[in-house]
């Protein structure tokens, strides 16, 4: 009975299936994403502060939909940039958020203003030469 007990006890805790939810949620809209992935890094200064959770296409604009979620004690200003950055030259992509100075923070399942799409190494190479 104390083991069953205990066990409940622990999964309780470990699930937290009353407990408020501890993230809130982000939308973005990039016309590339270069390779970006569920799961992948959302980094301010080069710290994980969050992760992609969810990545599709809107039909009318054809603009990659990105939903990220982060930790409720993370405040992001709402001036803030959202660049989709690379790990080196062949690193894994990850948003990088390069934080404003506004007052007013995002809050849950809003949507970000400022995004900077990704640049490719092909692109660029491919301006220096033919332009």
Known sequence: LLLSLFTFIYLFNKFSLFE???????????????????????????????E???ISLDPDTYMAIVKTSYNNYINIPSDSSF??????????PYIEILLGSSSSFYENNDSTVNNI???????????????
């Not at 660049?83 to 894994?92: A, L, M, R, V, Y």
């Open 52 to 54: 992609v959770g969810f």
């Open 117 to 131: 799409d990704a640049i490719s190494l092909e692109e660029i190479i491919n301006n220096f030469i033919f332009k």
């Open 83 to 92: 660049k989709i950055s690379n790990n080196g030259f062949i690193g894994s």
């Open 20 to 50: 408020s939810s501890s993230e809130f949620e982000l939308e973005s809209s990039f016309l590339d994403i270069a390779g970006l992935k569920v799961g992948s890094d959302v980094k301010i200064n080069g710290v994980k502060v969050g």
